[in-house]
Nanobody, 120 residues
Framework: QVQLVESGGGLVQAGGSLRLSCAASGRTLRLYNMGWFRQAPGKEREFVAATAWSGAGTRYADSVKGRFTISKDNYKNTVYLQMNSLKPEDTAVYYC?????????????WGQGTQVTVSS
């Protein structure tokens, strides 16, 4: 049984910052990387960022490079997404999941996600 619990979303003005957290658990969790995804109203879910549990490797969608930073706390089994310089187009429900090396999510069902709303 895999559990993924996202938190930290909220309402911010453009240019503001938020830090999202993903508390993760599961027997096979560390066989994979961890990633963040988002789904805006009327759009498909898209990849945002990913990190390995070991080492410093990170991957980002072009739309968030230079603004978002993914990190993790291995002792707490928690993954973070620091979101700076937020734009209205970042508005979405943000989800975390285990991912493979090419960012394919591994667990279903998804968690409840956390809403991020960025106003103009």
């Amino acid at each position: 049984q895999v559990q993924l619990v996202e938190s930290g979303g909220g309402l911010v003005q453009a240019g503001g910052s938020l830090r999202l957290s993903c508390a993760a658990s599961g027997r096979t969790l560390r066989l994979y990387n961890m990633g963040w995804f988002r789904q805006a109203p009327g759009k498909e879910r898209e990849f945002v960022a990913a990190t390995a549990w070991s080492g410093a490797g990170t991957r980002y969608a072009d739309s968030v490079k230079g603004r978002f930073t993914i990190s993790k706390d291995n002792y707490k089994n928690t993954v973070y997404l620091q979101m700076n310089s937020l734009k209205p187009e970042d508005t979405a429900v943000y989800y975390c999941n285990a991912v493979n090396a090419i960012n394919i999510p591994q667990y279903d069902p998804w968690g409840q996600g956390t809403q991020v709303t960025v106003s103009s």
